[in-house]
């Protein structure tokens, strides 16, 4: 059964690889292009830029007791932020 729910305005795409530096290392992460846009907003709203954020993001990730990859922790802190 169809029509009980939109797709999103953005459309479905895979994801998108882009390189970041992080802690002075190069690394590449693989998102959804909505995630990307979301953490752009994010950065801005925390007047970082992109790379600062997804550090901060990967020093809470590294904290934590079992540490998912770069790329689950970056959708989970949106989520949790987006969601609040």
Do not use: Y
């Not at 846009?37 to 970082?48: K, N, R």
């Amino acid at each position: 059964m169809t029509g009980r729910i939109d797709p999103p305005a953005c459309g479905f795409a895979g994801p998108v690889k882009r390189s970041v530096t992080i802690a002075g290392h190069q690394t590449s992460i693989s998102l959804e292009p909505a995630f990307w846009a979301g953490l752009e907003v994010a950065a801005a709203d925390h007047s970082l830029p992109l790379n600062a954020l997804i550090a901060e993001i990967d020093a809470l990730r590294i904290a934590a007791p079992d540490p998912p990859n770069l790329a689950s922790a970056l959708r989970s802190w949106l989520f949790a932020n987006v969601s609040q």
